[in-house]
């Protein structure tokens, strides 16, 4: 989830264990897209978690991405 704070708008990171990673300027340089997908990935798992009440499969997973994505 991204959050936006105070008005020059840092954007920061709330990985699942609720930590926070800010994301402005270069601090955020050393991500690679590799880091981006696993973190997309985590995210999903996450709300599937929250919505089912239950550990999700990498097929719902997958297929929720896809229909997140689906309209771009």
Known sequence: MFVQHDSHQTLSYRGAAGT?????????????????????????RERLREESGREPTEEEVSEWLRQQTEGY
């Open 20 to 44: 926070t990673r800010a994301q402005d300027g270069d601090e955020g340089a050393g991500d690679s897209l590799e880091d981006a997908a696993h973190d997309e990935r985590e995210h999903a």
